[in-house]
């Protein structure tokens, strides 16, 4: 996603059940103790002087920051996150360094505010379902996807981008959807990356979740197509093995997703 990445709190309020690989990591390694501790986030206290130490030294080499890999930037109704997501973005926006944001809360509409205005920098949302029913039982605390796609249908329309991550995607002995209904929902944003659904026994179950996959990763590459939206096909969603008995219109097009450098 980038060569950097920022996260500025430790936990997250959102809580996925997935399981969160953030989560599991940090249990194992001792840094958390339990779920409950998990969802109840710890700001980085000192982040914006650890920017105002780095960023003189870093600035020039800096491509992109990513906020955030083991957090969230704007977790749902935690303003003491966001708003120190804002103050690190307009110190950023300081150095001209650019960043990449990705959320399952709202992102603010601040973001159109003059102060904080960047057209370089690229605002993203995780979507996986449009389900409610699925979001309260995987994503307990988050956003209600309504209003993820609205607030960033906002940022699209004052001129920013956008993007959508659709991972994890869950097999259908999860989730019996349309995918179809949601990159409808989506049609605005710049760019989708598409990924399976990992770290689960829940997938694997799934006796034809190899086939399932490449004909999601087909289904979401042709929609980019035609809606001139950049794609990514995360790499382990395609199975090479299994692309034998496809249409070959989708054993071509995800050959090429296969290729393509990420
Ligand atoms: S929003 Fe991201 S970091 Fe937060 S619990 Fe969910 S998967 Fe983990």
């Given at each position: 996603?980038?060569?950097?990445a920022?996260?500025?709190?430790?936990?997250?309020?959102?809580?996925?059940?997935?399981?969160?690989?953030?989560?599991?990591?940090?249990?194992?390694?001792?840094?958390?103790?339990?779920?409950?501790?998990?969802?109840?986030?710890?700001?980085?206290?000192?982040?914006?002087e650890?920017?105002?130490?780095?960023?003189?030294?870093?600035?020039?080499?800096?491509?992109?920051?990513?906020m955030?890999?083991t957090?969230?930037?704007?977790?749902?109704?935690?303003?003491?996150?966001?708003?120190?997501?804002?103050?690190?973005l307009?110190?950023?926006?300081r150095?001209?360094?650019?960043?990449?944001l990705?959320?399952?809360?709202?992102?603010?509409?601040?973001?159109?505010?003059?102060?904080l205005?960047?057209?370089?920098?690229?605002?993203?949302?995780?979507?996986?379902?449009?389900?409610?029913?699925?979001?309260e039982?995987?994503?307990?605390?988050?956003?209600?996807y309504?209003?993820?796609?609205?607030?960033?249908?906002?940022?699209?329309?004052?001129?920013?981008?956008?993007?959508?991550?659709?991972?994890?995607?869950?097999?259908?002995?999860?989730i019996?959807q349309?995918?179809?209904?949601?990159?409808?929902?989506?049609?605005?944003?710049?760019?989708?990356?598409?990924?399976?659904w990992?770290?689960?026994?829940?997938?694997?179950?799934?006796?034809?979740?190899?086939?399932?996959?490449?004909?999601?990763?087909?289904?979401?590459?042709?929609?980019?197509?035609?809606h001139?939206?950049?794609?990514?096909?995360?790499?382990?969603?395609?199975?090479p093995?299994?692309?034998?008995?496809?249409r070959?219109?989708?054993?071509?097009?995800?050959?090429?997703?296969?290729?393509?450098?990420?």
């Open positions: 996603y980038a060569d950097y920022l996260n500025h709190a430790e936990g997250c309020a959102h809580g996925c059940t997935y399981p969160c690989y953030a989560f599991v990591m940090k249990k194992r390694c001792g840094v958390i103790s339990s779920y409950k501790d998990w969802i109840q986030p710890k700001i980085v206290e000192n982040a914006l650890l920017l105002d130490k780095e960023l003189p030294r870093l600035k020039n080499k800096i491509k992109q920051v990513f955030c890999f957090t969230d930037p704007f977790m749902y109704e935690i303003e003491e996150i966001n708003r120190l997501t804002l103050k690190i307009e110190r950023l926006n150095d001209k360094v650019k960043a990449i990705i959320t399952k809360g709202v992102c603010t509409d601040q973001l159109t505010d003059k102060q205005y960047n057209e370089q920098n690229e605002y993203g949302i995780s979507l996986v379902s449009l389900s409610e029913a699925f979001r039982k995987h994503e307990p605390f988050s956003a209600p309504k209003k993820r796609i609205e607030a960033l249908k906002k940022l699209h329309d004052a001129g920013l981008k956008t993007w959508v991550s659709i991972e994890p995607y869950p097999t259908p002995n999860i019996r349309n995918i179809r209904d949601l990159l409808e929902s989506i049609s605005f944003v710049n760019r989708i990356v598409f990924g399976k990992n770290y689960s026994r829940l997938t694997t179950a799934y006796i034809h979740n190899k086939e399932f996959y490449n004909s999601m990763a087909y289904e979401v590459a042709s929609f980019c197509e035609c001139a939206i950049e794609t990514h096909i995360k790499e382990g969603t395609i199975s093995s299994h692309l034998g008995t496809g070959s219109s989708e054993r071509v097009t995800l050959a090429n997703y296969m290729q393509a450098p990420s």
